[in-house]
């Protein structure tokens, strides 16, 4: 087990050598730079700084020093906020991503989950076709169009809630939290419902059946189990997609997280911040696929052995 | 209905809804069973005889329905909930399936499993009724019984999973059990080696069997009477002796025919019945056989033959056939 | 000279064609898509051509209607945004964009994983391998930094954006693709084929991919509506379509910053959207369900 886990954080580190690799390069092919835009300073000022940000460089001799960086776990100050190293805004943004990713992940989880369970074994029934159709919804409707319209209904007109912004406790969480939470529900209630059904008609099951021991037990004992297998798979890529994700929320919700800083930083050129923003989502990415299989294989005793 | 008689099926149907009509498996089949006896159904794919089973347990397929009665020790099967029926199944009635490498959870341990009907049905506490499966797992011939309840079914080959399945089905001493080709997935040199632990575990514990084949030579080992099933009825009955000595009805000869004989050179060549098995379709007014029959007479198409005993001819048998005289002639 | 292996080439597409005949009419008697593909119809109908019965583009200012409110027998049926532009114009000169998009989008992403996959999956071995492992790692990048860092690489704008959906999308398609050519590669009439003498690249342009059709089909028809949404994402973040052009991401990014006074420029773009999202899973749902009988 610890060997798998070794290989899997030695090829991730590869993976995201490789994106933090290919980042640094499109970033600086990409048109413009950090300085270019603003055009109050004069080119001798522009120069300097540059000159003390390092892009005076040959393209090889920034990556080197970005590596060198990267090595010492210091990715340097942001070019658009001198004042702060990265280090720093990540720090200062990571808690409230985090925050609404980890509710979003688990009511996502929770609700798609029961809805999809209750679909399989009530088919055509009511809940069948509610969770359908909030499947349905999940997935057509964008959150950028979803978000704005709940934003409306319930902070504009009923004003329970706020529009946006973080001075309101869990009050300020609820809306990003159910928005970034919506699509999910509709997925993972699909995929269980799907797999659900799946496994009712193994073998294994009928055996179980067979063997009298009540729907409640045949259910938690027998169908859950293998049911579960494919939604955890999709929940581990799911969570890092969330977190990602919450680039729309922060826009729509108004809110201090990391996600909004990478599109500034993206827009306004500001390498140092955007490599340290595509390392941590990336790393998130590749953790999340590692837990993933050992949850995996913590069920199926099948993969325990293969590893 | 005799005092000792254990299940007694009385116009037993299985219908099937399709997107395109019904389909009938199984057309309205009367058998008796004593208990502790052996009873053989044989037939060809398709036949229904897997369908008897499935309906007795409540395991037919959600389109499926059952008609008719299937009296377990005076209580009609069919009329019951699912869980009364669940009071029953596992307990008094057991079933092993034809497929014993997803028969198991792949999931959940091998003692696990076994062990979990003890709990629901006796009340025992886990680790007695662990104690009872690591037991029933020796009485199957498992080596180092108490290690493999740890293991998971992967781990195992396929006849020692259905020397496992065979395990879980007689550790509640059920009076009942049905078998549904239990050795039609596994290697032909350990078919036989099942089969006659199934029968020995299941004597000891006064158990009574169905079991559905397709393998006469099977059937003459073990069983003590045996149905032959075609296109969803019972074609003959009788005891497995006199129906290999002397079939009466006219699809018996045809399947004797096909059987290879150690004592016959196989010249005149094995026979074959012509044409193809019927399987499903919509309700038939005649003989089911009659389109391939060789025998057949006019009123084989038109009336449907009814299965009566028949006991002049030797035994106690019962047959469908209308050239097979009612009474001594 | 015709030989048995000949025969078996010739039967091979031949038995396709009619299960594919018979999917598409099981997908005709699925009601739902088949609303679906009216409504679909209709909507990319209006979009391209809807903007000529206007007699003013969606670009053009009307200063004397700024902010004019829905009136469905005005010159602006559904009023005008603060520039005084036509909002319904707009919503159907943006629905150009992001409809060509979606489509063009979709197939492009779903020709590469298609060949990519199928020759990966026919070809096997350290090839089969090394082709995955890249796969592998471009899985391993977070989708939104991938597309978000190629729109800027290719200087932003409509083809920039274009590619850097179509390199992000292809991916899915060539697992697919590649797990059924696996499959097929293994088949006795692929196997009559080798026999009979055809070249590598001729078994995979004339078995592997026609064969794989009905599972591209299915996860093509997905992947339009992923398109689509990632074309109004992007915009809607401002990174994709930029002003004046319009297309529904930028058009409902306008919306919201006006909600709250005036919910008719989210409204519009954003009901429209939906409702194309809405019939596009439908479609791909019927199609899914007409191509894989199982799964009823």
């Known amino acids: 087990m610890l060997r798998f886990v070794g290989k899997r954080l030695w090829n991730g580190s590869l993976t995201l050598f490789a994106l933090v690799t290919l980042t640094f390069f499109v970033m600086r092919l990409a048109p413009g730079g950090p300085f270019s835009r603003n055009r109050k300073i004069s080119p001798e000022v522009q120069a300097n700084i540059e000159a003390a940000f390092h892009l005076d460089e040959p393209i090889w001799q920034q990556f080197g020093r970005f590596v060198w960086g990267l090595l010492h776990l210091d990715l340097g100050p942001s070019t658009r906020f001198r004042d702060y190293s990265v280090g720093d805004i990540i720090a200062s943004g990571l808690p409230y991503s985090l925050t609404i990713g980890a509710w979003a992940v688990l009511l996502a989880a929770f609700v798609g989950i029961a809805l999809g369970i209750a679909g399989a074994m009530r088919r055509n029934g009511f809940t069948d076709y509610a969770a359908g159709t909030v499947g349905v919804i999940g997935i057509a409707i964008p959150i950028f169009v979803i978000g704005p319209v709940l934003q409306v209904i319930f902070a504009v007109k009923l004003q329970w809630l706020p529009v946006g912004s973080w001075n309101d406790g869990w009050r300020s969480l609820v809306l990003p939290v159910v928005v970034l939470a919506l699509p999910n529900i509709a997925y993972i209630s699909r995929l269980t419902r799907a797999s659900m059904i799946e496994t009712m008609r193994e073998n294994y099951v009928r055996t179980a059946v067979a063997k009298g021991i009540g729907p409640t037990r045949t259910l938690m004992g027998h169908t859950l189990e293998g049911a579960l297998i494919p939604v955890i798979a999709y929940l581990g890529p799911a969570t890092a997609a969330i977190i990602t994700g919450s680039i729309l929320i922060e826009t729509i919700f108004a809110l201090p997280g990391i996600g909004r800083h990478f599109v500034d930083a993206a827009l306004n050129r500001d390498y140092p911040l955007v490599m340290g923003i595509t390392l941590l989502y990336g790393a998130l990415l590749i953790l999340f696929n590692i837990v993933t299989d050992l949850i995996r294989a913590w069920i199926d005793p099948r993969l325990r052995n293969a590893h | 209905m005799t005092a000792e008689t254990l299940l007694s099926l009385r116009g037993l149907t299985v219908r099937f809804r399709l997107p395109h009509g019904e389909t009938v498996a199984v057309d309205g089949i009367d058998l008796d069973l004593a208990a502790g006896e052996v009873l053989g159904i044989v037939g060809e794919s398709g036949s229904g005889k897997s369908q008897v089973l499935y309906s007795l347990m409540g395991l037919l397929a959600a389109n499926g329905r059952a008609g008719g009665q299937a009296l377990f020790e005076g209580v009609d099967l069919l009329s019951l909930s699912r869980r009364q029926l669940d009071t029953l199944r596992g307990q008094h009635i057991s079933m092993i399936f034809q497929d014993p490498m997803t028969s198991l959870n792949p999931y959940r341990r091998v003692g696990d499993q076994i062990a979990e009907g003890l709990i629901v049905h006796e009340g025992l506490s886990r680790s007695a009724a662990q104690a009872e499966a690591v037991r029933m797992l020796d009485r199957v011939r498992i080596p180092d019984a108490s290690n493999r309840a740890r293991r998971f079914p992967h781990e195992f080959s396929g006849g020692m999973r259905q020397r496992v399945m065979i395990a879980m089905a007689l550790l509640t001493r059920p009076k009942l059990l049905l078998a549904d080709e239990p050795t039609t997935a596994l290697d032909v040199t350990i078919q036989a080696q099942v089969l006659d632990l199934m029968a020995e575990l299941a004597r000891e514990t006064g158990t009574a069997i169905i079991l559905v084949t397709h393998d006469l030579g099977v059937v003459a080992r073990l069983c003590g009477r045996v149905a032959v099933l075609y296109g969803g009825r019972v074609m003959e009955e009788a005891g497995a002796q006199a129906l290999f000595s002397t079939p009466a009805h006219p699809y018996t000869r045809g399947l004797l025919d096909a059987m290879p004989r150690l004592e016959q050179a196989l010249t005149p060549r094995l026979g074959t019945i012509p044409g193809t098995p019927r399987s499903g379709g919509g309700d038939v007014i005649g003989c089911p056989f009659a389109p391939r029959c060789t025998e057949r007479i006019a009123r084989c198409t038109t009336e449907r033959p009814a299965f009566l005993e028949r006991s002049h001819l030797g035994g106690t048998r019962s047959a469908a056939c209308h050239l097979i005289p009612e009474v001594a002639e | ?296």
């Open chain 3, 1 to 296: 000279m015709p030989t048995d292996a000949d025969a078996l080439i010739d039967a091979a597409p031949i038995r396709h064609a009619s299960t594919l005949e018979l999917q598409f009419r099981r997908f005709r008697n699925h009601r739902l898509a088949m609303v679906s593909v009216w409504v679909l119809a209709l909507i990319v109908l209006a979009c391209f051509l809807g903007p000529f019965l206007f007699p003013f583009t969606g670009q053009d200012a009307d200063f004397d209607n700024i902010n004019a409110q829905v009136d469905l027998f005005s010159a602006h049926p559904f009023g005008t945004d603060d520039f005084g532009r036509d909002l319904l114009v707009r919503v159907l000169e943006g629905g150009q964009v992001s409809l060509t998009i979606g489509f063009l989008g979709a197939i492009v992403a779903g020709v590469i994983g298609v060949f990519y996959g199928a020759v990966s999956g026919f070809l096997g071995g350290r090839v089969d391998g090394l082709m995955m492992r890249l796969v592998e790692i471009l899985f391993g990048f977070p989708y939104v930094i991938l597309v978000i860092l190629l729109s800027l690489l290719f200087g932003g704008g409509n083809i920039a954006l274009f590619a850097a959906i179509v390199f992000t999308l292809w991916l899915t398609p060539a697992v697919v693709v590649r797990a059924q050519a696996q499959g097929l590669a293994r088949k006795e009439f692929v196997e009559a084929a080798r026999a009979g003498g055809m070249t590598g690249r001729q078994i995979v342009f004339e078995h592997i991919v026609p064969n794989s059709l009905s599972v591209v089909i299915v996860y093509g028809s997905l992947l339009v509506p992923e398109v689509i949404l990632s074309e109004s994402f992007l915009s809607f973040l401002g990174i994709g379509i930029k002003e004046p052009q319009a297309s529904w991401g930028n058009l409902i990014q306008t919306g919201t910053s006006a909600m709250a006074t005036d919910l008719r420029l989210l409204l519009l773009p954003g009901t429209l959207l939906a409702i194309v999202l809405f019939c596009l899973n439908f479609i791909a749902d019927g199609l899914a369900e007409a191509f894989d009988p199982n799964d009823r």
